[in-house]
């Protein structure tokens, strides 16, 4: 049996997005308020951390939903969900 990770996809200016979000729904969907707290995004899980993969099954799941080949293998955008750094005192 696979684990699954859940990973975030966005859609900003039209171009849909995926990042890593964490191994939880809970620790992903932080992640995803605390960097893109003002975009619409959803949660979803695949069975790997790879991000490769995850494209992969991406585009699967968007080619059987538009059945438009074209449309399913356009290009996604990937970004690393980043905590915003702390800045040090001088």
Do not use: C
Request: no cysteine; net charge positive; aromatic share 12%.
């Amino acid at each position: 049996m696979s684990k699954d990770y859940f990973w975030i996809v966005a859609k900003l200016d039209g171009q849909p997005y995926l990042a890593y979000g964490g191994e939880t729904r809970e620790k992903a969907f932080n992640n995803a308020i605390e960097t893109l707290s003002t975009v619409n995004f959803s949660i979803v899980a695949y069975p790997t951390r790879d991000r490769n993969t995850a494209s992969a099954y991406f585009r699967g799941k968007r080619l059987r939903e538009t059945k438009n080949l074209r449309e399913a293998t356009r290009r996604i955008k990937h970004t690393t969900v980043r905590r915003p750094t702390k800045r040090r005192r001088r």
